[in-house]
Every structure is written in C-alpha cells, then in structure tokens.
C-alpha cells in the first residue's frame, strides 16, 4: 500500500524556519512526481511547490518563491520543504502528494492538487510571535 506521511511542522516565530519531510512507504520515490499543499482555516487548499520525478524540475507558487525550496531524496524516499522568512500567512497544514511520472505530462509536475493520487494526513505549521 502507498503511503505518505509528513513530519517537521510546529510554532515558529515569524522569520523563522522550518523543514518539513515527507517521507514515502510502498513505492519508489523517483517514479513520482511530489507536490506540497498547504491550507489555512476558512481557505481553500492552496498548491505551494512541486518536484518532478524523471527530472527533477522544481516549481513553486509565487507567494513562496524565493522564501521556499522543495527538494528530494529518492534514495531515503523522503521528499522535503525548506521553508525560510515565514510569515503569520505560512500559517497552514501542509500536505505532501504523489502522482506517478506516468499519468502526467513528461518534464513537469502538476501544480492542482486534482492530478494527485496518493496524500500524506498533513502537518500544522504555525508562524506567530
């Protein structure tokens, strides 16, 4: 069975970092493409950064770029969000996502959550003084 499962969220001060894993159980890694989600109370889910299987290729939201950096190591099956400069509005549960390299289009990774397949239960980040 396919299984994702996020760890490394908490309370931090804003400017604060944190590294959030998510590590990968019954499946390799580098066949799928991972996405990192994110969703704040009241909102809806938001698409925050993706990481393709076959490449690579790292994408991210405008509100994140330059603040947050996706990563993977196929290796340990874990996939990873360095998140550094947090704002009160990082404040969210993030999820990480699968989808094999295969139902998607080569050379990128989705940036909807809908192409997404297998989920991780999520972890609170929380960014207040």
């Known amino acids: 069975q396919l299984q994702l499962g996020e760890s490394g969220g908490g309370l931090v001060q804003p400017g604060g970092s944190l590294r959030l894993s998510c590590a990968a159980a019954?499946?390799?890694?580098?066949?799928?493409?991972i996405g990192w989600f994110r969703q704040a109370p009241g909102k809806e889910r938001e698409w925050v950064s993706c990481?393709?299987?076959?490449?690579?290729?790292?994408h991210y939201a405008e509100s994140v770029r330059g603040r947050f950096t996706i990563s993977r190591d196929n290796a340990k099956r874990s996939a990873y969000l360095q998140m550094n400069s947090l704002k009160p509005e990082d404040t969210a549960v993030y999820s990480c996502?699968?989808?094999?390299?295969?139902?998607?289009?080569?050379?990128?990774?989705?940036?909807?959550?809908?192409?997404?397949?297998?989920w991780g239960q999520g972890t609170q980040v929380t960014v207040s003084s």
């Open positions: 990481i393709s299987g076959r490449y690579g290729s790292t």
């Open positions: 019954g499946f390799r890694l580098d066949d799928y493409d």
């Open positions: 996502a699968a989808v094999s390299v295969w139902a998607v289009l080569a050379g990128t990774c989705p940036a909807t959550s809908a192409p997404y397949v297998h």
